[in-house]
């Protein structure tokens, strides 16, 4: 159909009609996209209208521009390509000054830089184009990632870590070759909550996927992947961190090369600690970054480990010299911004803080509605900047210029904190969220919040907060509080909103689960606190029995670290409370036994306890008798009354076989009854062996101990494997000693244990590797035994600081070995136990007798192996006609239960006794048949050049070949032990060392007479 001339040209104006407003629509939706900095949207839009203009100059340099912002330089460039080909193509044109000016942004920058957009402050103030006078410092993180070493980044706030971080990331090829994540202000208060974040986006790389056994491993961390195994107070870090090792691995041959954490000084203890095992991973490099002041334990312990280490570098963040100040400013690109004199002036207002820098020029933009202000009768680049006293007082000045909705969505937001949301603070100010959407942009934009929420930075929160009068701030929390509490809020947090809303029963119920999730994570001395607040908060309200189980709480997690001054104050505060209930009142006692028995206090523990039995028969609390029938059995074993330590353990054990867990009050306490029960059944296995049945107590203490690693008993695994260790020297095997006390070492410092079942692992790995011939590791590790007794935490210091000085005796020093022993015995409340096993390894090394009634002590012990080893330490001290009987007796006794390492130091000290007693045939019949013993490779408490000499001097003369035999094992053996010691103790060893001398009587001083 023809229509003419006046259709065609009315049809034509229709489109042109409907081009425009498509455009002006498309114009618009890009602008919004832009402002809330949602990118994507932007350029779908803005590549919508190229596509509808493919000819504009202006929809090309939208999307360069978009590109630039998006942080894709490469993109923009290419764009610009585009954009200039056409114009020359097509239009025979060159780029107008606006799209050049874009391309020397674009060239000024480094990948991955942001260009400012259409805002009331420029974007690349938030960001400048450029990292200046800081070229160094990457230098040593590029070279930190290539050796797979750490770096501790430090530096005070504003000082640029963050962004020198992101340079890292952005200086790798494809830019994720560096996994960074930042803590925040608030993961304090739940444990694993950097750690949760960090690896949930190690495990979003591609390939970097858990197995069954590491998603178990890792639950405690992260809920997500499913119920966490049964564990120990003691959290099995171990496990955790040879899973997430495990994932670096993966994720190293999937190109990752360095793990950037950022303002490690928020972060929770749990993660540092975690993160301490995690540094020593060398499959990727490490950067960790923090504020230098304010540091917690956590921080500071990992910082003190670190900074010694040849693996670790320290950079601390200096602020910037004049000459980088000018660059910096240059590089912003800002009209009437740049220069030496301005760059003179901010160097003196803001002392090279490139925040305080940056946030200087944001208020003055602010101020003047986008541009400076030159002074008056002074250049242009003498501008009236800002006056403030800090950058706080300055952001708060930037801040009072916001909207009124605005500034109500931002104080909203410093009580929120890492909460914070669009619904978050539409419920609490009474809105819609849509509402908020142009407060929120105006925000954006403002570069006060970020993208995707949370403040730009955490000097702005700070300001934001400090703005917020106190009477406002109390309901406001109250607020956020109600809003979490609806939608499922970390329980820590939660709980700090309504106690700082002046509710603190409110927070009691949110204490409680936060103090179980740190439990879980074994996070003990965490969740003691949060326990101890509610207490408190209960206590304060009248509410006398549920605040006496949360301190009851409290204290039973602190037990477990031996934290003896705050205990004394809970177990005051259980006892006020405890009033005329039988229940309470055993349960009063349970702790204050504990306390009793780390300071020593034994003979007081013993009465309180059978005192407390009845009450909790009449309460009904079986768990409650276990527990008692169980700390009386530890009483009695420390004084070595085995056969009342046994009927105690055994009545504990009927006890708890009586409990129900759905209703036992420990178990509601947090208490595994399965883990009580494995307690009870390693001290039967314990006392087994003390009373010399050892093949008995390996059976039920290896099953034990595979029980208590599957419980994540790590306590319960540790205390089993150095008894068994012990038990396998007193059997006289070598090779089980070391494995089993290596287990009882197994993954130390990844562990939070108590110091009395460290202190016993150590002191018998240290016995272990002398024995083996390891002199070099057994005087290492000796060292670390006296720097935990010098703590003072741990009751098992007298034991061992006594094995220590044996240990001195055997490498030469006896006099050092007299000198720390007879100190040992003027210490107060020693356990009479401790007292003789001092006076006999006394004896040992060369000392005077302390009693004459130690013979008949010994004799009178119940603890089989403790007396086989007393007596040999004596026989030096001892008359030996006296000592003859005893020696013979018991080592008949540990021949016939299987003790053949306690067999054959009893053999050898009855040779010396032999030979004491002028009874030379006898001594050297008995010498042959201990040599071949020797030979075969049986062990007993004494290094082999010490035994072996033993054996030569009780050998008949007619023996010549088998003498100098034993003496070229002897010489060889002490070469070889000597060369693992540091000097001087290698020449003390060699020099002094009493193995090839014999015991002269003038050394020994007067014999015990009978």
């Known amino acids: 159909l023809e229509f003419g001339p006046e259709f065609a040209d009315w049809l ?558 809970l177990i005051d505060a259980l006892d006020a409370l405890a009033d005329n209930d039988d229940g309470r009142r055993a349960l009063a006692a349970c702790a204050r036994i504990v306390l009793l028995g780390e300071q020593g206090r034994g003979d007081d523990a013993v009465p309180l306890a059978l005192q407390a039995l009845p009450w909790a028969e009449h309460a009904g609390l079986p768990d409650v008798q276990a527990e008692l029938h169980w700390d009386l059995a530890a009483l009695r074993w420390m004084r070595r009354e085995l056969a009342e330590a046994t009927r105690h353990a055994e009545q504990a054990l009927a006890c708890l076989q009586r409990a129900d867990p759905a209703h036992a009050y420990l178990a509601r306490a947090g208490r595994s009854l399965t883990a009580s029960r494995s307690r009870v059944l390693n001290a039967l296995g314990l006392l087994m062996a003390a009373a010399g049945r050892l093949a008995e107590a390996n059976a039920r203490l290896e099953e034990n101990w595979h029980l208590a690693r599957a419980e994540r008993d790590v306590a319960t695994a540790r205390n089993i494997a150095a008894g068994l260790a012990m038990n396998s020297l007193d059997q006289g095997q070598l090779a089980p000693a070391l494995h089993w006390s290596e287990q009882a070492m197994a993954d130390d410092e990844r562990l939070d244990v108590d110091p009395s079942t460290r202190l016993t692992a150590w002191t018998n790995r240290t016995a272990v590797l002398a024995i083996s011939g390891d002199l070099g590791g057994a005087v290492a590790l000796a060292g670390r035994v006296a720097a935990l007794c010098a703590q003072g935490t741990a009751r098992a210091i007298p034991a061992a600081l006594r094995r220590m000085h044996w240990l001195e005796c055997e490498l030469g020093r006896r006099d050092l070995a007299r000198k720390g022993l007879q100190a040992l015995l003027e210490r107060p409340s020693l356990l009479p136990i401790d007292r003789l096993a001092i006076e006999a390894t006394l004896l040992h090394a060369g000392g005077p007798p302390h009693s004459a009634d130690l013979l008949d002590r010994i004799a009178g012990l119940d603890d089989f192996p403790m007396r086989a080893r007393l007596l040999v330490l004596a026989r030096p001290g001892c008359d030996a006609k006296a000592i003859l009987p005893l020696l013979s007796a018991t080592a008949a006794t540990a021949r016939d239960c299987g003790a053949m390492g306690l067999w054959l130091d009893l053999q050898l000290a009855r040779l010396a006794a032999l030979r004491d007693a002028g009874r030379s045939a006898e001594a050297a019949q008995s010498a042959l048949a201990l040599w071949a013993r020797l030979d075969q490779g049986l062990v007993g408490m004494g290094l082999f050049d010490r035994q072996a000499s033993a054996v030569v001097m009780a050998l008949p003369d007619s023996h010549t070949s088998l003498v100098g035999t034993v003496r070229l094992r002897i010489s060889a053996w002490r070469d070889q032990a000597a060369s693992t010691l540091p000097e001087p103790w290698r020449e003390n060893y060699l020099a002094r060392s009493p193995s090839m001398l014999g015991d002269s009587p003038s050394a020994r001083g007067p014999r015990l007479a009978p």
């Open 12 to 569: 034509r104006r229709q489109r042109a009609r409907r081009t425009d407003r498509l455009r002006e629509s498309l114009t618009e939706l890009a602008d919004m996209a832009e402002q809330a900095r949602d990118f994507g949207d932007a350029m779908q839009h803005a590549q919508e209208l190229l596509a509808l203009e493919p000819l504009s100059e202006a929809a090309h340099r939208r999307v360069i521009r978009l590109h630039y912002l998006a942080g894709d330089r490469a993109a923009a460039l290419l764009a610009f390509d585009r954009c200039e080909r056409m114009l020359k193509d097509e239009i025979g044109a060159a780029p107008d000054a606006q799209t050049l000016a874009l391309l020397r942004a674009l060239e000024r920058e480094t990948a991955g830089s942001s260009l400012q957009p259409a805002a009331a402050v420029p974007a690349v103030v938030l960001r400048p184009p450029r990292l200046v006078g800081r070229a160094a410092e990457l230098r040593v993180l590029e070279s930190a990632v290539a050796d797979g070493r750490v770096v501790l980044l430090s530096g005070e706030a504003g000082l640029g870590k963050s962004r020198l971080i992101a340079a890292l990331r952005e200086s790798s090829s494809d830019g994720k070759a560096v996994l960074s994540v930042a803590a925040r202000v608030g993961d304090d208060m739940a444990p694993f909550a950097l750690a949760a974040r960090w690896l949930r986006a190690l495990m979003q790389r591609p390939g970097v996927e858990p197995s069954d056994a590491q998603r178990a491993d890792l639950a405690g961390v992260l809920p997500e992947l499913g119920p966490a195994a049964p564990r120990s107070p003691a959290a099995d870090r171990a496990r955790q961190a040879q899973a997430i090792e495990a994932l670096l691995v993966t994720a190293a041959g999937q190109g990752l090369r360095a793990c950037a954490l950022d303002d490690l000084q928020y972060a929770d203890a749990a993660s540092v600690e975690l993160l301490h095992a995690l540094a020593g991973c060398d499959s990727v490099g490490w950067v960790l970054a923090l504020r230098p002041d304010g540091l917690g334990e956590a921080q500071r312990a990992l910082l003190s480990a670190h900074r010694d280490s040849t693996r670790a570098t320290a950079l601390a963040l200096q602020p910037l010299a004049g000459e980088d100040v000018e660059a910096l400013l240059d590089s912003l690109g800002l009209h009437g911004v740049g220069g030496s004199e301005q760059a003179q002036a901010l160097k003196r207002r803001t002392g090279g803080n490139p925040m305080y820098l940056l946030e200087t020029i944001k208020a003055a933009w602010s101020t003047h509605g986008g541009a400076l202000v030159p002074m008056a009768g002074r250049p242009e680049a003498a501008v009236v900047w800002p006056q403030a006293d800090n950058v706080l007082r300055l952001i708060q000045q930037r801040l009072s210029r916001l909207s009124p909705l605005a500034t109500q969505v931002v104080r909203c937001a410093a009580i929120a904190g890492q909460d914070l949301s669009a619904a978050l603070v539409a419920q609490v100010l009474g809105r819609r969220p849509l509402d908020l959407a142009d407060a929120w942009a105006e925000l954006e934009s403002a570069q006060v919040l970020r993208d995707g929420g949370g403040f730009a930075h955490d000097l702005i929160a700070e300001a934001a907060t400090g703005s917020l009068p106190h009477a406002i701030a109390r309901p406001l929390h109250g607020e956020v509080a109600a809003f979490l509490e609806q939608h499922g809020g970390e329980p820590a947090r939660v709980a700090e909103h309504w106690l700082e809303a002046g509710e603190p029963l409110r927070a009691v119920p949110h204490l409680g689960a936060a103090a179980q999730r740190a439990r879980g994570a074994g996070r003990l001395l965490e969740a003691a606190a949060l326990y101890e607040r509610a207490a408190h908060a209960l206590r304060d309200a009248g509410q006398r029995g549920a605040a006496f189980d949360a301190f009851f709480a409290a204290q039973d997690l602190l037990s477990e670290s031996t934290f003896v001054q705050r205990l004394e104050g």
